[in-house]
């Protein structure tokens, strides 16, 4: 049934049920969806990406509410991923962050799909970069991505986003939030939501304070690509350390001596009411010309293709590695190293020999 | 990955609380589904909408004010409108016993009036879906 309601021709005719129908399809992880991704990976690559991303109850889903509702008066199509978690316990989720953008749900310029995290850590789901392919290939113009709320370390979202809003609220904590590590790093626009709350205008100052050191330590700059590099590279444990500091002197030397040393603005909305959402749009955009402009957005993708490609090759070897065959060859290789006749290391390469015969 | 069940949970009409959807919504959350749960004064446009975009399996919809022999059928008007024939549709909510019958020849596959168990609502959706799990 799900065959027949989808195809590339009809997602790319824009037909809701059948994009939802692949949404579906790559969330199950059906076999059968890569003919028809492969059939529109030629038509990708045109949508704006944007992340929203910030901690429980800051105003995420209201945010993207409005900042679809702006995107459509300039006339442009806009899709939603909104993901929320699942229960460890038992499977299920409540999606409710669709409550706040019921009112776009009869627009034929807007789709909106709600997405349990089924199991995987750092604020998306697995579904998410096949869904957004789906979507750009489906031709909508700016794809949002509302992670789930995040805490410190879910920062995922920097791999699939070409823009992230970090937003924040007033009352969460002290100045040494806005220092640690993480999830702070990662914002391309910051977004200090319930503006008309007491202590935003602290928190404002705080975020502030902390990009401006950024700046100062040489660890941050907008558009310099530096701040790029830090972003899409730093935050995350390299898969392989070497060549990850080779991509990230790679694009440092690329961008030293470039003039655009500006630093993420950090801007305050009352969402409910809708203030500040025109100027949080403006910066959205602003921000994707800069990229597309110097260059960094192909740079910025590239980088999140190789993350994303040597994830999905880590993951072969995995499953690989569950094959009988290979299951055996694993099973002796551990008891050889439980007996001492041989140690880790030896194994791990004996391992690898036998995992690149046979490829 | 396994198939996970998706259930629309929404309250179509003027009511002024959701409480019994939110008491639904919670027990198929428990009974491991996914539910997408849409909120107060929904049209039948926005619901049927909803469900395509969201690709679920089934269709919630609670009602109290009374206007459920008018919104429900809408909801399968507009649902045979878009060739839509493999989602399961239950209703529930202040629903008085002779609607039922009329309710259920428009194709509501079930009603759950005030005081079924909510085992009962999971067990109807498990074993009536359209789709294959």
Same mark, same amino acid.
């Given at each position: 049934?799900?065959?027949?309601?989808?195809?590339?021709?009809?997602?790319?005719?824009?037909?809701?049920?059948?994009?939802?129908?692949?949404?579906?399809?790559?969330?199950?992880?059906?076999?059968?969806?890569?003919?028809?991704?492969?059939?529109?990976?030629?038509?990708?690559?045109?949508?704006?990406?944007?992340?929203?991303?910030?901690?429980?109850?800051?105003?995420?889903?209201? *945010?993207?509410?409005?900042?679809?509702?702006?995107?459509?008066?300039?006339?442009?199509?806009?899709?939603?991923?909104?993901?929320?978690?699942?229960?460890?316990?038992?499977?299920?989720?409540?999606?409710?962050?669709?409550?706040?953008?019921?009112?776009?749900?009869?627009?034929?310029?807007?789709?909106?799909?709600?997405?349990?995290?089924?199991?995987?850590?750092?604020?998306?789901?697995?579904?998410?970069?096949?869904?957004?392919?789906?979507?750009?290939?489906?031709?909508?113009?700016?794809?949002?991505?509302?992670?789930?709320?995040?805490?410190?370390?879910?920062?995922? $979202?920097?791999?699939?986003?070409?823009?992230?809003?970090?937003?924040?609220?007033?009352?969460?904590?002290?100045?040494?939030?806005?220092?640690?590590?993480?999830?702070?790093?990662?914002?391309?626009?910051?977004?200090?939501?319930?503006?008309?709350?007491?202590?935003?205008?602290?928190?404002?100052?705080?975020?502030?304070?902390?990009?401006?050191?950024?700046?100062?330590?040489?660890?941050?700059?907008?558009?310099?690509?530096?701040?790029?590099?830090?972003?899409?590279?730093?935050?995350?444990?390299?898969?392989?350390?070497?060549?990850?500091?080779?991509?990230?002197?790679?694009?440092?030397?690329?961008?030293?001596?470039?003039?655009?040393?500006?630093?993420?603005?950090?801007?305050?909305?009352?969402?409910?009411?809708?203030?500040?959402?025109?100027?949080?749009?403006?910066?959205?955009?602003?921000?994707?010309?800069? *990229?597309?402009?110097?260059?960094?957005?192909?740079?910025?993708?590239?980088?999140?293709?190789?993350?994303?490609?040597?994830?999905?090759?880590?993951?072969?070897?995995?499953?690989?590695?569950?094959?009988?065959?290979?299951?055996?060859?694993?099973?002796?290789?551990?008891?050889?190293?439980?007996?001492?006749?041989?140690?880790?290391?030896?194994? *791990?390469?004996?391992?690898?020999?036998?995992?690149?015969?046979?490829? | 990955?396994?198939?996970? $069940?998706?259930?629309?949970?929404?309250?179509?009409?003027?009511?002024?609380?959701?409480?019994?959807?939110?008491?639904?919504?919670?027990?198929?959350?428990?009974?491991?589904?996914?539910?997408?749960?849409?909120? *107060?004064?929904?049209?039948?446009?926005?619901?049927?909408?909803?469900?395509?975009?969201?690709?679920?399996?089934?269709?919630?919809?609670?009602?109290?004010?009374?206007?459920?022999?008018?919104?429900?059928?809408?909801?399968?008007?507009?649902?045979?409108?878009?060739?839509?024939?493999?989602?399961?549709?239950?209703?529930?909510?202040?629903?008085?016993?002779?609607?039922?019958?009329?309710?259920?020849?428009?194709?509501?596959?079930?009603?759950?009036?005030?005081?079924?168990?909510?085992?009962?609502?999971?067990?109807?959706?498990?074993?009536?879906?359209?789709?294959?799990?």
């Amino acid at each position: 049934m799900d065959g027949s309601a989808t195809s590339p021709e009809l997602v790319r005719s824009g037909d809701q049920l059948a994009i939802a129908r692949l949404i579906s399809m790559v969330e199950r992880e059906d076999p059968s969806r890569l003919a028809i991704l492969k059939a529109l990976h030629a038509f990708g690559g045109r949508a704006h990406v944007v992340g929203i991303t910030g901690p429980p109850g800051s105003g995420k889903s209201t *945010l993207t509410d409005k900042i679809v509702g702006a995107l459509r008066a300039q006339g442009r199509l806009v899709a939603v991923l909104a993901v929320d978690p699942s229960s460890p316990f038992t499977g299920g989720a409540i999606l409710g962050d669709r409550i706040r953008m019921q009112r776009h749900a009869t627009d034929p310029g807007v789709f909106i799909r709600s997405l349990a995290t089924r199991g995987h850590l750092g604020g998306l789901s697995r579904a998410v970069s096949e869904a957004t392919r789906v979507l750009d290939a489906a031709g909508y113009d700016d794809i949002i991505i509302e992670t789930v709320g995040v805490g410190q370390s879910e920062v995922d $979202i920097v791999r699939i986003a070409d823009t992230v809003v970090l937003v924040s609220v007033p009352g969460l904590g002290d100045d040494i939030q806005a220092i640690k590590a993480g999830v702070m790093e990662i914002g391309d626009i910051f977004c200090v939501n319930k503006a008309d709350k007491d202590g935003a205008e602290r928190v404002v100052r705080e975020i502030r304070a902390m990009l401006e050191t950024a700046v100062l330590n040489g660890a941050a700059t907008r558009f310099s690509g530096l701040y790029v590099a830090r972003a899409t590279l730093g935050a995350h444990a390299p898969i392989s350390p070497a060549a990850d500091q080779g991509a990230f002197h790679h694009i440092a030397a690329q961008v030293s001596g470039h003039p655009n040393l500006e630093i993420p603005p950090v801007l305050t909305t009352v969402a409910e009411t809708g203030q500040g959402i025109d100027d949080l749009v403006k910066h959205i955009k602003a921000h994707e010309t800069a *990229l597309t402009a110097t260059g960094y957005l192909r740079m910025r993708r590239e980088s999140n293709l190789a993350w994303e490609l040597g994830h999905a090759a880590a993951e072969r070897v995995l499953s690989a590695l569950e094959r009988d065959e290979r299951k055996e060859t694993v099973g002796e290789l551990s008891r050889a190293v439980l007996d001492k006749k041989i140690d880790f290391y030896d194994a *791990l390469d004996a391992l690898e020999d036998a995992l690149t015969r046979s490829h | 990955m396994e198939r996970k $069940i998706r259930v629309l949970v929404a309250k179509p009409g003027l009511d002024g609380h959701d409480r019994g959807a939110k008491v639904i919504a919670r027990a198929l959350r428990d009974a491991g589904m996914e539910v997408v749960y849409t909120g *107060l004064r929904q049209t039948p446009e926005q619901i049927v909408s909803a469900s395509i975009q969201e690709d679920v399996d089934v269709i919630a919809m609670s009602i109290l004010s009374g206007a459920h022999n008018h919104l429900f059928p809408r909801v399968m008007q507009l649902l045979a409108e878009k060739s839509i024939d493999d989602v399961l549709v239950i209703g529930g909510g202040v629903i008085p016993d002779e609607d039922i019958p009329g309710l259920k020849a428009a194709g509501i596959a079930g009603v759950f009036t005030p005081g079924t168990p909510t085992t009962e609502t999971i067990e109807f959706i498990k074993n009536n879906l359209k789709r294959g799990i």
